[in-house]
């Protein structure tokens, strides 16, 4: 937690990061780098991460299949971004933890789902939020983040029974690579779900659709938009969105750092005032 007797002190808990041993202590540097010093990057991140899994045909078919992105996006969009933040909040072995994870489990349970699609779904959660810090994050990320987000979602996939997770950050970052390059397909699927969840991102602003979809397209690597079906967006619109956000991050650099946490009590619109009058067990397809 961040020094409360220093007003101004920016990098006090990045040199809490780096006291800390990344394998030993990865729960805790995680809830410090998502929670006090890139909260709003990690939720972007994820936003993003998330969208890059709708491009493999596998994951898109089944998400087709439940109908869950066509009814209710907003409420599993909600779901998995809040179970998620239980697990760094409060721990994967804390009681809410356990009960998030139980959630989890029950959920992808019902379901005939492939390893190699776990294991790629949650290696977004590792790689995304990281390589979104590195290009908008207003200070760069240290070894011990990255080592620290890889040792706290390979102990959320183990306790998910997810087999084989690579033993080493860069064996399961090579990992990603590849899975992408042999399985990001145009599918009509991918479209679908791709269509939903733009509908969704839109659904947040106060502005027109259509702009709001450039932006959202423009933020898009090539693949995925291959893989969508998605128009490529005009180069100086993509320039103009990366430059936004670095702004943004010069901004974040002379502002006094987080005091609190800002996980689970982020403002959500399934479940109002989340996490009073909540548990874990709540979340989720009935």
Request: hydrophobic share 35%; glycine share 4%.
């Amino acid at each position: 937690m961040a020094d409360r007797s220093a007003p101004f002190d920016r990098f006090a808990i990045r040199r809490r990061i780096t006291s800390l041993d990344p394998e030993r202590d990865h729960a805790e540097i995680m809830r410090l780098s998502s929670g006090y010093e890139f909260p709003w990057d990690y939720v972007r991140a994820l936003e993003f991460a998330l969208f890059r899994t709708y491009c493999v045909p596998s994951i898109s078919a089944l998400l087709a299949k439940t109908g869950e992105f066509e009814r209710r996006p907003q409420k599993r969009y909600d779901d998995t971004a809040l179970l998620m933040a239980e697990l760094v909040e409060h721990g994967y072995d804390s009681p809410r933890g356990r009960e998030a994870l139980r959630v989890v489990n029950r959920l992808h349970g019902r379901y005939d789902i492939s390893n190699d699609d776990m294991r790629y779904v949650l290696s977004t959660f590792i790689f995304d939020p990281i390589e979104w810090i590195t290009k908008f994050g207003w200070r760069p990320l240290t070894d011990h983040e990255r080592l620290g987000a890889f040792h706290f979602y390979r102990a959320v996939g183990a306790r998910m029974g997810i087999k084989d997770l690579p033993a080493t950050y860069e064996a399961y970052r090579a990992f990603k690579r590849e899975y992408e390059d042999a399985n990001f397909t145009y599918s009509d699927t991918n479209r679908a779900i791709g269509r939903y969840t733009l509908d969704l991102f839109c659904s947040w602003y106060p502005v027109p659709r259509a702009l709001t979809a450039k932006a959202v397209l423009a933020m898009l690597d090539g693949p995925m938009l291959t893989a969508f079906g998605f128009p490529r967006q005009p180069r100086w619109l993509t320039t103009a969105a990366h430059t936004t956000l670095r702004l943004r991050a010069t901004a974040l650099r002379h502002l006094p750092p987080r005091r609190a946490p800002h996980l689970t009590n982020a403002k959500n619109r399934t479940y109002p005032n989340y996490p009073t009058g909540y548990r874990p067990t709540d979340l989720g397809a009935p």
